[in-house]
């Protein structure tokens, strides 16, 4: 063999030995559609509390007298849910900015699905201080896209 191909061997050996990411083909993966769609619902919400829109935040919610949303207390209703939403978060101070983190979407089957994750809200300490938590909601996808239907939110 010549001297080269042996160093060229030589060089591309240590540098896999040395550097194994070198060795590896990146691993791309994919959302499932339904996955994807679901958790947009819940990045248009975060948009929408970020803008101080708690209109727009509710339209992720099912507009029925069947929706829960659980915290301290349990809300019945969309109007109840926009109620306590309205109640706690009367301006955009105290909305603050909120973030989620950790997504899961679960599907259930073509018409239900879970989804949990983490909140964290940024504020001062005049209008409630800094909050974080977690969050499990249901979702059933409806004629007008994925709405929530139950949200059961640690603070």
């Not at 240590?14 to 819940?42: M, S």
């Not at 306590?84 to 983190?101: E, H, Q, V």
């Not at 504020?123 to 409630?128: A, Q």
Request: charge should be neutral; glycine fraction near 8%.
């Amino acid at each position: 063999m010549p001297i080269r191909f042996r160093l060229y061997t030589a060089l591309v050996t240590a540098a896999l030995v040395c550097f194994p990411a070198f060795a590896q083909q990146p691993q791309l993966t994919t959302i499932p559609k339904q996955e994807l769609d679901i958790i947009k619902v819940i990045l248009a919400q975060e948009a929408a509390w970020n803008r101080g829109d708690l209109e727009g935040f509710s339209e992720a919610y099912k507009n029925s007298p069947d929706t829960l949303f659980i915290t301290n207390a349990v809300n019945r209703g969309f109007e109840g849910m926009l109620g306590a939403y309205k109640r706690d978060y009367p301006n955009k101070a105290t909305m603050g900015t909120l973030s989620f983190s950790e997504l899961e979407a679960h599907p259930l089957d073509e018409r239900f699905a879970v989804v949990i994750g983490r909140y964290h809200l940024e504020r001062g300490k005049k209008e409630g201080g800094n909050a974080d938590g977690l969050f499990s909601l249901v979702l059933e996808k409806t004629d007008k896209g994925w709405k929530i239907i139950v949200d059961h939110t640690t603070g």
